[in-house]
């Protein structure tokens, strides 16, 4: 049980340390390269943050389990946009750009509908992975595009930048990474193992913690940008990993091999089209999602998971 206990507090401070490490290189990155954040946020942060989802959902397709696969990617949309996001605009309230309200929100609606669409008849096949990961790379070479044709001006960084060479600073990004893949393996083995010994069961450790466990990089990601003050870099991150997720992570798998017995119920894939969709109104109403907002999308995270445990007793 000590062990245990030491493994969390070890993997929450690589969360920490990974987090101000990505955020950092990240931030001075966009500033070097002429960048906005946000589109930082939505490519270089949001995929390297996903990560893990990528090796889990690799991994299970590898091994002929494709519920899990895909449960990983509808699981983890649904928890970046109602805890990340929630947490995140609890510590301070989020402002989205305008990109984000024409470009990148849409397109997240649109993808995740295409999704439920593709996941109907409870299978993914190469034919639909191989046009899925193609999406991705036009996305994204759409968003870099985008940014270059439409320079946003450049706020200074409260403080010193993090390097002062490009190389630093993409030295602070990989450096971030992978402190936050080891803080996520290490929180996830500890929480697991204390939770088992305390006699909680695996059901609900695997629909809680586990499935908490592979979005740990967006959530200390996301919520240290907030407390820094970079809006761009939580919310593109959550977007962009939600994009990633759906069009990367799940073409991949299924590229990888097709994925089948992929059935997911009415309410998972429901809740996560819906956490996409309440991006519109959170954001085009005010542009901003303050506290308020913040606590609704946490008791709707919470009323979700009280749902998943109540399908397990």
């Known amino acids: 049980m000590l062990v245990s206990l030491l493994w969390v507090v070890l ?11 990505l955020v950092s290189g990240a931030s001075s990155l966009a500033q070097k390269l002429g960048l906005s954040r946000l589109v930082i946020g939505l490519t270089i942060v949001a995929f390297g943050t996903s990560t893990p989802e990528l090796v889990v959902s690799v991994d299970a397709a590898l ?55 593709v996941l109907a008849d409870n299978t993914v096949s190469r034919y639909e992975g191989v046009p899925m990961v193609l999406a ?47 803080g996520s393996r290490l929180l996830v083995v500890g929480a697991v193992d204390a939770s088992i010994a305390l006699g909680v069961t695996e059901a609900v450790v695997g629909l809680t913690i586990v499935a908490l466990g592979t979005s740990l990089p967006e959530l200390a990601t996301s919520v240290l940008a907030a407390r820094r003050g970079e809006s ?22 299924a590229v990888v091999r097709p994925l089948h017995d992929a059935a997911m119920s009415a309410v998972d894939l429901g809740t996560m089209v819906f956490t996409a969709l309440v ?29 998943l445990v109540g399908q397990t007793v």
């Open 11 to 21: 993997g929450i401070a690589l969360l920490y340390l990974g987090a101000e490490a």
């Open 63 to 117: 091994n002929d389990s494709g519920a899990i696969a895909v449960g990983n990617v509808v699981g983890s949309n649904i928890c970046n946009v109602a805890l990340i996001l929630g947490l995140a605009a609890l510590v301070r309230p989020l402002t989205a750009e305008s990109q984000l309200l024409r470009v990148d929100i849409p397109v997240l609606v649109v993808v995740a509908l295409a999704s439920v669409l």
């Open 136 to 182: 991705l790379v036009a996305y994204t070479l759409f968003v870099l595009r985008l940014a270059r044709n439409n320079p946003e001006p450049q706020l200074e960084r409260a403080g010193p930048p993090a390097s002062v060479t490009r190389t630093g600073d993409i030295g602070l990004i990989l450096g971030g990474l992978g402190l936050l893949v080891a």
């Open 232 to 253: 761009s870099i939580a919310i593109g991150n959550v977007v962009g990993s939600n994009i990633f997720n759906l069009l990367g992570i799940l073409g991949l798998a």
């Open 279 to 307: 991006l519109v109104p959170l954001f085009v109403l005010r542009r901003t999602i303050g506290r308020a907002g913040g606590v609704a999308l946490l008791a709707g995270y919470a009323a979700y998971v009280a749902w």
